[in-house]
Structure formats: C-alpha cells, structure tokens
C-alpha cells in the first residue's frame, strides 16, 4: 500500500526532490529533514522549528512511499522507498492538515496576539485595543481546519473599534505542550519566549531534582528558562541557595532570587518577563501566586479566584495570557502549573543537559549514553568535576 509522509523543508531544496533529485535527502546526515512523519501536526512544527535558521521560507513537502513497510520507526531508510514528491500548496495544506504559513496577502493587516479563546470567539490584543474576533470565512476550509490557540500571532481584519476578523496565523515560534496532571488535557500554548522555575528555599525546600526535570521541558520545548528561587525571606542562612546558584549559573542558567514577601529581586524578575511571554512553572506551594501578585496585584485576582460554590481555588482549564503593565504577557493555565507528566524522547536526553550537549559530539563512539561506554568524554568530565554529580544523576534518571 502506498503511503504519504510529511516533511519540513526549503522551497529551493523542496523543488530539487520534486525534479528527482534526491541528493538533499540523507538520513545519516539529516542535512535538511529534522524529521519525517506519518502525521502531519508534528511536521509542521518541525518544519518550522528545525528552518528557523534557514533563509529559505519553509515548506511542506509530501513523500509518496511505496509501502508501509519502508518506513522503519517512521523514518524512511531507503530512497528506493520514494514513489514521488510533491510540494503542497497553502491552501491544499491548510485543507489537509489545518495549518497555513504567513500569508503574504495579509501583509498590511494590523497584527495582534490571541488573549483568550472560547466558542469561536477569539480576544485579540492588538497594541492597546482589544478585538473580538471570528475565524475569516466561516464555511471555507480556513475555519473549519485552522487551529487558533491562546498565543498565536495573528492578522486581523478590523471590523470596527471592537470587532475583527482573523485573517492568518503567523508562523510558530514554538510549541509548548504538555499534559495537565489533574485534567490530562493536552494543553498546547504557541509562542512562549520564557519560563520561570519556581523553586521554594523552605516550605517546602528546594526539589532539586524537579528542578532539573522542569529545566529539560524548558529545553526540550525552545523556552528560555529562568531559575527562581523564592521564599529567601524565610532563610537566615544562604549558603546553600548560594551554591545552588552557582552550580546552575556556570552550566549557564539565569537565576534569581525572589521573596513574594518582602518583595526582594522583584524588580529584575519584572526585567526579565518584560516584553516577553511567560509563564511560571513549579510545584504548588512554592509561591507563584504570591509572585504574580507581587509583579502586579491585578493578576493575582484574574488568576487565583476563589470559586464561590466550591470554595476552592477555581480550575479553569482553559489558557489565558495576562497583558502585564511593565510590557509583555503572562500564560495561565492553572493545570499545567504543576506538572509531571512529560513526552521527551530519552535517547535525545543528552541535547537537554547543556553541559552534557556541550561535551556529546566529543564522545567516541557516535550514539554514546553516556554511562557505559569506553571514552566517553562525559563520564572524563563527570570524574573531574565539571559536570555535577547530581546533574548527572539526573540525566541518568530521566533516561
Ligand atoms: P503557589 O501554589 O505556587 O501559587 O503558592 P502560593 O503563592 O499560594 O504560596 C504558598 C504559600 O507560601 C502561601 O502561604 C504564601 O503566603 C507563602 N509564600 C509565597 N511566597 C512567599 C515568600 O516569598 N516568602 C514567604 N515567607 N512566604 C511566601
Ligand atoms: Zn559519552
């Protein structure tokens, strides 16, 4: 049975395959594919993610397969296997699969970021004014596949001072996605420029190792992390957060310390966030509330409203980005502030340590884990010092 699969590519390489010339595509070399895939969701995102560098605008190449068979691990290993090629157009890609690329046509159309979406109904925050918006066309393939989510880069039409329409989604930056603990909803937010790592000095102490596990999410998705570690108020004695801060500052981290209470490091957490899209991330109880309220007391009531029938904390599973004052946007998406969930590929564990990444090329043998083989250049660092006991610890742990 013949079949299709996905791939991100350049117009100028994609074309090549497409008149037979398949010198571009070699799998040992991975020189232009990051990835094939059988769906098409995780091609996009690698077609975009994996040609950010590349000048070319990226695109989307179909491969027609002779047989199932040929793909090994949903990789294709023989080219013998390819039946043909074919570039897809916008708009056949956006019937398929949902997804288009910028649109030039919509080069002139005010851009905004997607706040808050519910039943179709889109808040798009463009500059100072706020839109409520459609989906362009509302029979046409466009808002029938186009997922739009919470932090999408979006052009409007403008309808009026309060109404427009979505014309295009930018492309993604990146793609945060991951799974709530309580709801296991996928959640998905595009574009987020940080993370802070929310850490606790006491009540309750530092988990290193979570620590260490919300580091490789932050690496494995392209977010910048921030290490914060909060509560310092509540310590007579820094030494250990001192050292702390310097083992995670020399593999190259940026690092704080914050008290929600007394409002220390509040300013240069503001200084970082500003102009970006973050979130915070850590476990609960470790002050995220108290920091967003410490950052601006507006959001604490937006985001940790009591829900008067169930006298809890309300849990609403829905993301939502916050405008802060100081410029840039919050992500809340209470679920998924506590996770533990992950979906990272153990054998690429090693790209999300950057003092093991730094080192993985060195190894002698090319697929190295880094914990048996002979001439590992890892295990050499690991006995000299320079990478952390613990941080390998870890890394021998999530693999
Ligand atoms: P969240 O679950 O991460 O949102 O944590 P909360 O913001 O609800 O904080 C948990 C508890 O820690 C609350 O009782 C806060 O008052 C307290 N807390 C938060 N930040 C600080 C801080 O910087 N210093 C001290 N002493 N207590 C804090
Ligand atoms: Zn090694």
């Known amino acids: 049975m013949a079949m299709s699969v996905y791939a991100g590519t350049t117009l100028v390489e994609a074309q090549k395959m497409v008149e037979g010339d398949y010198s571009a595509f070699d799998w040992r070399r991975r020189i232009i594919y990051c990835q094939v895939y059988l769906g098409i969701d995780p091609a996009i995102r690698d077609a975009e993610n994996a040609l950010d560098s590349d000048e070319?605008?990226?695109?989307?190449?179909?491969?027609?397969?002779?047989?199932?068979?040929?793909?090994?691990?949903?990789?294709?290993?023989?080219?013998?296997?390819?039946?043909?090629?074919?570039?897809?157009?916008?708009?056949?890609?956006?019937?398929?699969?949902?997804?288009?690329?910028?649109?030039?046509?919509?080069?002139?159309?005010?851009?905004?970021?997607?706040?808050?979406?519910?039943?179709?109904?889109?808040?798009?925050?463009?500059?100072?004014?706020?839109?409520?918006?459609?989906?362009?066309?509302?029979?046409?393939?466009?808002?029938?596949?186009?997922?739009?989510?919470?932090?999408?880069?979006?052009?409007?039409?403008?309808?009026?001072?309060?109404?427009?329409?979505?014309?295009?989604?930018?492309?993604?930056?990146?793609?945060?996605?991951?799974?709530?603990?309580?709801?296991?909803?996928?959640?998905?937010?595009?574009?987020?420029?940080?993370?802070?790592?929310?850490?606790?000095?006491?009540?309750?102490?530092?988990?290193?190792?979570?620590?260490?596990?919300?580091?490789?999410?932050?690496?494995?998705?392209?977010?910048?992390?921030?290490?914060?570690?909060?509560?310092?108020?509540?310590?007579?004695?820094?030494?250990?957060?001192?050292?702390?801060?310097?083992?995670?500052e020399k593999i190259g981290y940026r690092t704080i310390i914050t008290s929600a209470t007394t409002g220390e490091g509040i300013e240069d957490l503001k200084a970082w966030m500003k102009g970006k899209i973050s979130m915070l991330s850590g476990l609960s109880g470790v002050g995220k509330s108290s920091l967003l309220n410490a950052l601006q007391p507006s959001l604490k009531l937006k985001t940790n409203e009591v829900n008067p029938r169930r006298g809890g904390r309300h849990t609403t599973v829905a993301t939502q980005l916050y405008r802060l004052d100081f410029g840039g946007f919050i992500a809340d998406t209470p679920g998924l502030r506590e996770l533990h969930f992950w979906d990272i590929e153990p054998r690429l564990m090693d790209r999300y340590f950057p003092e093991i990444n730094s080192l993985r090329e060195r190894c002698v043998k090319g697929a190295c884990t880094h914990v048996y083989e002979e001439g590992c250049v890892v295990q050499a660092a690991l006995k000299t010092g320079d990478i952390s006991r613990f941080r390998y610890q870890s890394y021998c742990e999530f693999q």
């Open 56 to 248: 070319d605008k990226p695109v989307v190449v179909v491969l027609l397969l002779k047989s199932e068979k040929m793909l090994v691990k949903n990789r294709v290993r023989r080219l013998s296997a390819i039946k043909g090629t074919r570039i897809l157009s916008d708009e056949e890609l956006l019937k398929r699969t949902g997804y288009i690329f910028d649109n030039e046509k919509w080069d002139g159309s005010p851009e905004g970021i997607v706040m808050r979406a519910s039943n179709g109904v889109y808040v798009v925050q463009c500059d100072a004014v706020q839109y409520q918006c459609s989906l362009r066309g509302k029979r046409d393939a466009f808002s029938k596949n186009q997922q739009v989510y919470v932090g999408d880069r979006v052009k409007i039409q403008v309808i009026d001072e309060k109404h427009g329409v979505i014309a295009t989604v930018m492309r993604r930056k990146n793609q945060y996605k991951r799974r709530g603990t309580q709801s296991k909803r996928v959640v998905l937010i595009p574009n987020l420029d940080g993370m802070v790592i929310v850490s606790s000095v006491k009540e309750p102490p530092i988990w290193q190792r979570m620590l260490d596990k919300f580091l490789v999410i932050a690496e494995a998705s392209g977010i910048e992390p921030l290490i914060c570690f909060n509560k310092i108020d509540m310590l007579e004695n820094r030494s250990e957060v001192d050292s702390m801060v310097a083992l995670y």
